[in-house]
């Protein structure tokens, strides 16, 4: 059983995840204007999508796969919204300081594409991302859909040292086309090519214009702190071993608790479904053991049995990574994996005739567990690891094996504090 517990990990992650939490409740249009409601597969890619994956029903088992040639418009749950648009964009590389050039212009093409909606009003706002592409696209009331100009390009200067410049069209852009005439030429050339700049300028512009906004901007990456205290028990399993001398214990399972606190940053990416995390706790075992000596006894080919103990007690400081799927707005499961730095407080491990006595010094190892979170407060975890804990010794080996179950309570959550 010990052995198929991380196996057993793997599965109920994985049929978890396929089962029904990675499709977010949603529609499309196709192109003759019907509206069909469904649940999209969640996206974690940056780029924007030509395809997508949906069911009609979260019971059905048949996944099915719609391509930009047939969807309009498609939205994910209240947080991503795509629409189909045929533009200009300029393909101009940004890869690296090499790939730039003396071209002040664009280099155009028009293409097919999914733009994500970032502000959705009578005049829109719309991203594009594709590899080391990013772009801004705006519509007007006209209905035209146009990128906002941004190339960096190259300057010879007399000294003949090259200068790294900027092709600020945008900022033209949206002073002939996007003003309501509550900004000044000095705000607009202040204005920044990026997310959070362009979407507060067209939230204001429309606000001005009293035109209905919605709005998708990323509010939840953000990222956060959390705080937590935990409490839980533990099973634990030990058997160890000398090579040289042919000498054997196997200890009993023992269960005992286990206490301790964690500090979580929610990272500011992918819908704040990852997250690092360090959790410091305290450990004990304690148990009587049933030791093999080979080849001992008068005629030194005896096999004895021999009592043992072993009592350690120890800090474990997991440092890891999280990655949570959203079933609902309140609940989450997660799958986490931590290395595991330890420090030995106590240890005796002896031979009760006295023959034997070793030291522990448990070996830093890798740690893997499976969770529910309930409102970000409460939490429960199932946790796996497994070490050696004669790291100080050549001819010593051991097997030491321990599976939390976990619960704990966040006591801080720096999101809810703002």
Known sequence: MKKKLPVLLFILFSSSFYAQINYDKSYFIDNNGNKIECFIKDRDKKDNPTTFEYKLSTDE??????????????????VLKYERERVKLDTSSTANLNSYNENREPQWKEVTVFLEVLVDSKVSLYEYKSGNIKRFFY?????????????????????????????????????????????????????????KD??????????????????????????????????????????????????SSDFD?????????????????????????????????????????????????????ENWDASLSYIDIPVGVRYYIFISDNSRIFIAGSYIISSMLSSDIHQDQG?????????????????????????????????N??????????????????????????????
């Open 355 to 387: 023959t034997y006595q070793v030291e522990a010094k448990i070996r830093n190892r890798l740690g893997g567990g499976i969770g529910y979170s309930y409102k970000n407060k409460f939490n429960v975890e199932l946790k796996y690891s497994s070490a």
């Open 139 to 195: 519509k007007t009331e006209s209905g035209n859909v146009e990128q906002l100009v941004h190339k960096k390009y190259t300057v010879n200067e007399d000294t003949g040292a090259t200068k790294l410049v900027s092709n600020n069209d945008f900022q033209k852009q949206l002073w002939q086309n996007v003003n309501c005439g509550n900004k000044s030429i000095d705000d607009l050339l202040k204005l920044k090519y990026g997310q």
């Open 61 to 78: 088992s048949q996944l099915m796969k719609a391509d930009i040639k047939n969807v309009k418009e498609f939205k994910i749950g209240n």
């Open 253 to 305: 399972k023992k269960t005992n608790f286990t206490a301790g606190a964690e500090m979580e940053w929610v990272l500011p990416v992918n819908r704040s479904k990852w997250a690092l995390y360090l959790a410091p706790n305290y450990n004990s075992y304690k148990s009587p053991g049933m030791g093999v000596s080979y080849n001992r006894g008068p005629f030194s080919s005896d096999t004895v049995i």
């Open 198 to 247: 362009l979407t507060k300028y067209f939230i204001e512009y429309n606000n001005c214009k009293n035109n209905t906004i919605v709005s998708f901007e990323k509010k939840s990456e953000s990222g956060s702190i959390n705080f937590k205290a935990n409490l839980g028990i533990s099973s634990s399993s030990l058997s160890i071993s000398n090579h040289v001398t042919d000498v």
């Open 389 to 418: 804990i004669f790291d100080n010794y050549v001819y010593w080996d051991s097997s030491y094996k321990m599976t939390s179950f976990v619960l704990g309570y966040t006591i801080f959550d720096s999101k809810k504090k703002k």
